[in-house]
């Protein structure tokens, strides 16, 4: 996968429209609908502002949250959750979509900004046609919710040519919707086919320290995986074993990786279906001469709950009625060791049960380790990167990925529908 691509600075802008793909999902207040964290908003801030300067009309949009454009699948798919086929009326669906129109997203983007953001009452329809056509330079509007278009996630070409036709015959295309760069959607990908396109200011980033950690990476190349599952994090398992030094792995995953080694797991997160598969991934680490490192002690617990009291165990011995929640303190000391020796970390999934305060001393102790090292640090996955802010060490890494579901496919070495249809440099 190519990651050297054209970005905003490398195209003039000038007096054209550029239809802006941003990432505005932002989590919002069931009962009221207020935005609770404008993270993604801010974050796009440098991309607009620049645009914006450079005297560029910014037609904006995003998805948010996940509408159903058809009422009746709509209706099928509360049926089948077991909702009355009764109270399934058209004025309840209508409500689902208002719920997720981008209103406070607009106003919100409006405050930062400083000026006004014309809104948009549809994604390619008339008013959206007729606010794009009375755009002018240094003006920002927003789409609707791209996803009240059926065409959206089916990459539909026709919605795609619209959208591109909002910007004219001059148009330019910015995507910065890092999060969403690992789906080929309308608006993410399909949108290019018609457009000149560049990547914003986020993407640049990814692109350039992610895509050099896996393309050309400071060694040694350290990776460190964790989280829940095996079987969610196979394809980065495997692919960082063909480009790392040493791989360390922590987390629930670590189970079934002892288990598959003759351990006694207890009640531990433990897929039994994978048991080969993690054999076959430490013979093959074997053979590429990546090392690769297991926990050896860990800290258990009878239930899994906030309250439950921690009792170290070795990692191959833990009784049958205790699971494993974090990783011991023998094992804290080897992963930091192996990290002080790093030229580049890249780190994806808690070491354990992080949400628990009694079971995130693992993960606490890795951040930490990462935060004093000179070594290029880099987070991938939505929960490690929640971890990591929510322990203080947001600001001590190299790059924190804006991405979840798109840093692990990156990190798949995927290629990415969003990424390649933008123009090489
Ligand atoms: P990311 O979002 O960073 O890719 P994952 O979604 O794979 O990470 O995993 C995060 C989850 O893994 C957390 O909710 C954490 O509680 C869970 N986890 C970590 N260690 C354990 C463990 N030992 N047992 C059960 N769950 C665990
Ligand atoms: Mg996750």
């Known amino acids: 996968m190519n990651y050297n691509k054209k970005t905003v600075k490398d195209i003039d802008v000038k007096g054209r429209k550029v239809l802006l793909r941003c990432d505005f999902n932002v989590p919002q207040d069931k009962?009221?609908?207020?935005?609770?964290?404008?993270?993604?908003?801010?974050?796009?801030?440098?991309?607009?502002?620049?645009?914006?300067?450079?005297?560029?009309?910014?037609?904006?949009?995003?998805?948010?949250?996940?509408?159903e454009p058809s009422f009746d699948k709509w209706a099928k798919k509360q049926a089948e959750k077991g909702k009355d086929p009764?109270?399934?009326?058209?004025?309840?669906?209508?409500?689902?979509?208002?719920?997720?129109?981008?209103?406070?997203?607009?106003?919100?983007?409006?405050?930062?900004?400083?000026?006004?953001?014309?809104?948009?009452?549809?994604?390619?329809?008339?008013?959206?046609?007729?606010?794009?056509?009375?755009?002018?330079?240094?003006?920002?509007?927003?789409?609707?919710?791209?996803?009240?278009?059926?065409?959206?996630?089916?990459?539909?070409?026709?919605?795609?040519?619209?959208?591109?036709g909002l910007a004219g015959a001059d148009g330019v295309y910015v995507s910065d919707a890092f999060g969403a760069v690992h789906r080929a959607h309308a608006s993410t990908a399909g949108v290019a086919a018609y457009l000149p396109a560049v990547s914003g200011f986020l993407i640049e980033k990814e692109l350039e320290i992610m895509g050099g950690a896996l393309a050309d990476p400071k060694r040694p190349l350290v990776a460190i995986l964790g989280g829940s599952k095996v079987s969610s994090k196979i394809g980065v398992i495997n692919h960082l074993l063909d480009i790392a030094d040493m791989i360390i792995i922590g987390g629930g995953m670590a189970y079934t990786f002892a288990k598959a080694q003759g351990g006694s797991v207890g009640t531990s997160l433990l897929e039994s279906d994978w048991l080969d598969y993690c054999n076959e991934m430490i013979?093959?680490?074997?053979?590429?001469?990546?090392?690769?490192?297991?926990?050896?002690?860990?800290?258990?617990?009878?239930e899994f709950s906030a309250e439950a009291e921690p009792v170290l165990h070795d990692t191959m011995a833990i009784p049958g009625d205790m699971m494993g929640m974090d990783i011991g303190p023998k094992t804290i000391e080897a992963f930091s060791a192996a990290i002080q020796g790093a030229g580049t970390v890249i780190w994806n999934g808690p070491m354990g049960v992080f949400e628990f305060a009694n079971f995130a001393g693992g993960t606490r102790a890795i951040a930490q380790a990462l935060a004093g090292t000179d070594a290029i640090t880099i987070i991938g996955g939505g929960d490690s990167a929640a971890a990591?802010?929510?322990?203080?060490?947001?600001?001590?890494?190299?790059?924190?990925?804006?991405?979840?579901?798109?840093?692990?496919?990156?990190?798949?070495?995927?290629?990415?529908?969003?990424?390649?249809?933008?123009?090489?440099?």
């Open 31 to 67: 009962a009221t609908g207020a935005i609770t964290d404008d993270k993604r908003i801010r974050a796009a801030l440098p991309t607009i502002q620049y645009l914006l300067d450079q005297g560029a009309a910014v037609i904006a949009c995003s998805h948010l949250g996940k509408p």
């Open 86 to 164: 009764a109270s399934l009326t058209k004025e309840k669906w209508e409500k689902t979509l208002e719920a997720l129109c981008m209103e406070p997203v607009a106003k919100r983007l409006g405050e930062l900004l400083g000026r006004d953001v014309v809104l948009a009452g549809d994604v390619v329809g008339p008013d959206a046609q007729a606010k794009a056509a009375a755009l002018q330079p240094g003006e920002i509007m927003l789409l609707q919710n791209t996803r009240f278009e059926k065409g959206e996630t089916k990459n539909d070409p026709e919605l795609a040519k619209a959208m591109a």
């Open 283 to 302: 013979a093959k680490a074997k053979e590429k001469g990546v090392k690769l490192l297991l926990p050896v002690d860990t800290l258990c617990a009878k």
């Open 388 to 425: 990591v802010a929510q322990m203080g060490f947001a600001d001590k890494m190299t790059h924190i990925s804006t991405g979840g579901g798109a840093s692990l496919e990156f990190l798949e070495g995927k290629e990415l529908p969003g990424v390649a249809c933008l123009l090489d440099q």
